[in-house]
C-alpha cells in the first residue's frame, strides 16, 4: 500500500530536531516512524505520522521547509527473513530500493521504502 510521508529538511544542528518534534507535540500529532539521514550541513528527516496533512500545514506555518510523498508501507509477520522475502521478490523483477526503513507496530514488522519503479511496484504489491 502507499502511504503518505514527510521529508523535513532541517539544519545539521543542536535544536533543529527538537523544534520539529515540539511543533508535533503542541499540535498533538502523533510520531510512528522516523529516520534522519545527513550530510555536512544539512539533514532530511523522513517522517510517517497519524496525520500527515495537518502536520505538513503545521511544519509550513512554522516556515520548516516540507515536503509530502508517497511511499510504500509493507506490513510484514515477525519472523526471521521475512524482509529478505519481500526484498527478494522486489529484486526478482528488476525494481531497485532508493530508500528503506523499517519498524514494528502491533507485533508485525513494517518496512517503508521507496523505489526506482513505483508504478511496477504497486502493480506487484497487489
Known amino acids: 500500500m502507499t502511504i503518505k510521508q514527510l521529508s523535513v529538511f532541517i539544519e545539521n544542528r543542536s535544536g533543529t530536531l527538537l523544534r520539529v518534534f515540539s511543533l508535533f507535540k503542541e499540535a498533538r500529532i502523533q510520531l510512528i516512524a522516523c529516520t534522519t539521514a545527513d550530510t555536512l ?8 505520522c497519524d496525520d500527515p496533512q495537518r502536520a505538513l500545514q503545521v511544519l509550513k506555518d512554522a516556515g520548516v521547509s516540507v515536503a509530502i510523498s508517497d511511499v510504500f508501507a509493507l506490513q510484514l509477520d515477525n519472523k526471521p527473513g521475512r524482509a529478505a522475502d ?4 522486489l529484486s526478482q523483477n528488476g525494481i531497485g530500493i532508493t530508500y528503506l526503513y523499517s519498524f514494528m507496530m502491533d507485533g508485525k514488522g513494517v518496512l517503508i521504502f521507496r523505489t526506482d519503479n513505483p508504478e511496477k511496484t504497486e502493480k506487484l504489491l497487489h
Do not use: H, L, P, T
Open 86 to 89: 519481500a526484498i527478494e521478490v
Open 41 to 48: 550541513d544539512y539533514g532530511i528527516c523522513r517522517i510517517i
